[in-house]
């Protein structure tokens, strides 16, 4: 079990996280609609309006332009040669000093990408999926929980994305206290990107040190396996082992590249499955009908992710002097793609305000689109479908707590419900 400290210090790392990317406490779909309809492309940075970081390095002189609709959003997304990523080695980048994905462009990130794919594979993750997800989900943390009747699905949220990824990079199954500080470490990467310039330099100077730390925690590990002779079935191992063209990592590619997963490996899954839960357990006989027919826990989640995606907008940089929605976007200009806005076009998506998990499937941005679509999604996803699959397997008749508040999906970023109290028999 984890010790009270590490839990809360994990815990509050979360809970600051979305603090700091919160923002104002508005009616943002019903923000999103008016500019869908009225104002497409504006020359605003709108995230920046409602009190949200930049993962941009800030810079006043930038000009930042910011799209609402579908179309507009993935024709910048798709296109990386002329909307480039480059920058954000300058702002969040920074905390990690190597190999991150988001940040390269061109030939770098498809060189880098054609390396990494491999490890990520269906056929990997679905092995992971019945050596490790599936029993640690179930008897670390389902099980324990069924005599207790009720809980916050929150808190199991914030633990097994955690748990799984650490066991899937390699780390050992019984050191979880280092692994759950590792974990607060990743979380304190994200919150130094800040708004206000008087906390910017006290959290940077704390994610400078947080990331310095599980650089020095990965690497080590990273020593280890590779002197056992990387022979494993572990994320490390196969890194290790991985070749393209002629390359291979070295120990510091892969610690880097390994870091800068972290944070968005527990992060992103937690609050996917928090919101997930949420729309479902809203619906009690749609969440009685996924139970029936689990082939609908993909399509479930698959619309959570549309519905409401967690990274609510992406943002590149145009290469060229360009134009967008009738509007001309000098070179050098921050583009910010409002993917909340987009995922509910309602030019593209039938009855797009409705969580439907029925709808005929087509592409939404909530892992991003084109080039540097999540690597990691696979895994995102899998890691979901086995956690909802043990909770409709183990805990009977789940509903949510009348006793308590109901949940409420928040953030204008790293969007989730902060709670979800649910009962069961």
């Given at each position: 079990?984890?010790?009270?400290?590490k839990?809360n210090a994990?815990?509050s790392?979360f809970?600051?996280?979305a603090?700091?990317?919160r923002g104002?406490?508005?009616?943002?779909?019903?923000?999103?609609?008016?500019?869908r309809r009225?104002s497409?492309?504006?020359?605003?940075?709108?995230m920046?309006s409602l009190?949200?970081?930049?993962?941009?390095?800030?810079?006043p002189n930038?000009?930042?332009?910011?799209?609402f609709?579908?179309?507009?959003?993935m024709s910048?997304?798709?296109d990386a040669?002329?909307?480039?990523?480059?920058?954000?080695?300058?702002?969040?980048?920074?905390?990690?000093d190597?190999l991150?994905?988001?940040g390269?462009d061109?030939e770098?990130?498809?060189?880098?990408r054609?390396?990494?794919?491999?490890?990520?594979?269906?056929?990997v993750?679905?092995?992971?999926r019945e050596?490790?997800m599936e029993?640690?989900v179930?008897?670390?943390?389902?099980?324990?929980m069924?005599?207790?009747?009720?809980a916050?699905l929150?808190?199991?949220?914030?633990?097994?994305p955690?748990?799984?990824?650490?066991?899937l990079?390699g780390f050992?199954?019984?050191?979880?206290e280092?692994v759950?500080?590792y974990?607060?470490?990743a979380l304190a990467?994200?919150?130094?990107?800040?708004v206000?310039?008087?906390?910017?330099?006290?959290?940077?100077?704390?994610?400078?040190e947080a990331?310095?730390?599980?650089?020095?925690a990965?690497r080590s590990?990273?020593?280890v396996?590779?002197?056992?002779g990387a022979?494993?079935?572990d994320?490390?191992?196969?890194?290790?082992r991985a070749?393209?063209e002629?390359r291979?990592?070295?120990?510091?590619?892969?610690?880097?590249?390994?870091?800068?997963?972290?944070?968005?490996?527990?992060?992103?899954?937690?609050?996917?499955?928090?919101?997930l839960m949420?729309?479902?357990?809203?619906r009690?006989?749609?969440?009685?009908?996924?139970?029936?027919?689990?082939?609908?826990v993909?399509?479930?989640?698959?619309e959570a992710?549309r519905?409401?995606p967690?990274?609510t907008?992406?943002v590149r940089q145009?290469?060229?002097d360009t134009?967008?929605?009738?509007?001309?976007?000098?070179?050098?200009?921050?583009?910010?793609c409002?993917?909340?806005s987009?995922?509910?076009?309602e030019?593209?998506?039938?009855?797009?305000?409705?969580?439907?998990?029925?709808r005929?499937?087509k592409?939404?941005?909530?892992?991003g689109?084109?080039?540097?679509?999540?690597?990691?999604?696979?895994?995102a996803?899998?890691?979901?479908q086995?956690?909802?699959n043990?909770?409709?397997?183990?805990?009977p008749n789940?509903?949510?707590d009348?006793d308590?508040?109901?949940p409420?999906?928040v953030?204008?970023?790293?969007?989730?419900?902060d709670?979800?109290?649910?009962v069961?028999?």
């Amino acid at each position: 079990m984890t010790s009270p400290a590490k839990s809360n210090a994990l815990e509050s790392a979360f809970e600051s996280t979305a603090s700091n990317y919160r923002g104002s406490d508005v009616d943002l779909n019903a923000i999103y609609r008016d500019m869908r309809r009225n104002s497409p492309v504006i020359a605003q940075d709108f995230m920046a309006s409602l009190g949200v970081p930049n993962i941009a390095k800030l810079d006043p002189n930038r000009p930042t332009f910011t799209l609402f609709k579908y179309k507009d959003v993935m024709s910048v997304l798709r296109d990386a040669a002329n909307f480039t990523s480059g920058f954000i080695a300058e702002g969040l980048g920074s905390f990690f000093d190597g190999l991150i994905l988001t940040g390269l462009d061109g030939e770098a990130h498809r060189r880098a990408r054609a390396l990494l794919q491999p490890v990520f594979l269906p056929e990997v993750v679905n092995r992971w999926r019945e050596s490790k997800m599936e029993p640690i989900v179930r008897n670390e943390f389902i099980g324990p929980m069924v005599p207790q009747r009720r809980a916050d699905l929150m808190h199991f949220g914030l633990h097994f994305p955690i748990r799984l990824i650490y066991s899937l990079i390699g780390f050992a199954d019984d050191r979880p206290e280092q692994v759950e500080q590792y974990a607060a470490w990743a979380l304190a990467i994200l919150a130094g990107p800040q708004v206000d310039a008087q906390k910017a330099a006290i959290a940077r100077k704390a994610a400078m040190e947080a990331a310095e730390a599980l650089y020095a925690a990965i690497r080590s590990e990273v020593a280890v396996v590779r002197a056992k002779g990387a022979e494993g079935e572990d994320l490390i191992s196969r890194l290790i082992r991985a070749e393209y063209e002629g390359r291979r990592l070295d120990d510091h590619d892969i610690a880097t590249f390994v870091r800068s997963l972290l944070p968005a490996a527990g992060e992103t899954t937690t609050r996917t499955f928090g919101s997930l839960m949420t729309l479902l357990l809203e619906r009690p006989a749609l969440l009685e009908r996924v139970k029936a027919d689990r082939s609908l826990v993909s399509k479930a989640i698959d619309e959570a992710v549309r519905f409401e995606p967690v990274a609510t907008f992406k943002v590149r940089q145009a290469a060229v002097d360009t134009g967008i929605g009738g509007v001309s976007i000098p070179k050098g200009a921050m583009v910010q793609c409002i993917v909340s806005s987009a995922n509910r076009d309602e030019e593209v998506f039938e009855n797009s305000e409705t969580f439907d998990i029925d709808r005929k499937p087509k592409p939404s941005f909530g892992f991003g689109f084109g080039p540097h679509m999540c690597i990691g999604q696979f895994i995102a996803k899998v890691e979901l479908q086995v956690a909802v699959n043990a909770i409709l397997d183990l805990l009977p008749n789940l509903r949510l707590d009348p006793d308590r508040s109901p949940p409420k999906i928040v953030g204008a970023q790293l969007r989730g419900p902060d709670a979800v109290h649910v009962v069961w028999d």
